[in-house]
């Protein structure tokens, strides 16, 4: 009876003790994120498709949009024009589109204007954008296509 009760400790004491030196080895917090360095963004990869595929949806949604730009390296500035719209209609990155988070102050003008800042990838769900003037926002990916309607 005792034998069967130390072969049941045995490997709770061996799990108890792994786990302590898996602990020791981990970092103290999240890795730091790599600096990026804005001064001199890179062009964009070639677009995977020459232009955004798209299909009717309905009179009342519009129309459904797929990404259609490259993977990007992480950490790394890209130059990035939001179109006439902005960057909060259709911003297209990393093969995804993506939401911007407004700042606290509300938005700035490049979300429904046009910009040519540079944009990068921080994480696979969290993008910083550059503005021209310098504003920094965090933009969130949209998992799967758009539906929306044209920009004017």
């Not at 990007?72 to 911003?91: N, Q």
């Not at 490049?110 to 926002?137: H, K, M």
């Not at 969130?140 to 004017?152: A, Y």
């Amino acid at each position: 009876m005792a034998l069967v009760r130390l072969r049941r400790i045995i490997p709770v004491v061996a799990l108890l003790a792994l786990g302590g030196v898996l602990a020791a080895c981990e970092p103290d917090g999240p890795d730091p994120v790599s600096p990026i360095g804005w001064s001199s963004p890179q062009e964009l990869p070639p677009p995977q498709y020459d232009n955004y595929r798209s299909e009717f949806v309905s009179d009342e949604k519009g129309s459904r949009f797929y990404p259609r730009s490259g993977r990007v390296t992480p950490s790394t500035a890209y130059r990035f024009d939001t179109g006439h719209c902005g960057l909060t209609f259709l911003a297209d990155f990393d093969g995804s589109f993506w939401q911007p988070v407004p700042p606290a102050g509300g938005a700035p003008d490049f979300f429904l204007n046009q910009d040519v800042g540079a944009i990068a990838l921080v994480d696979f769900d969290t993008a910083r954008y550059r503005s021209s003037d310098g504003t920094e926002v965090t933009l969130l990916r949209i998992d799967g296509p758009v539906t929306t309607f044209g920009c004017d």
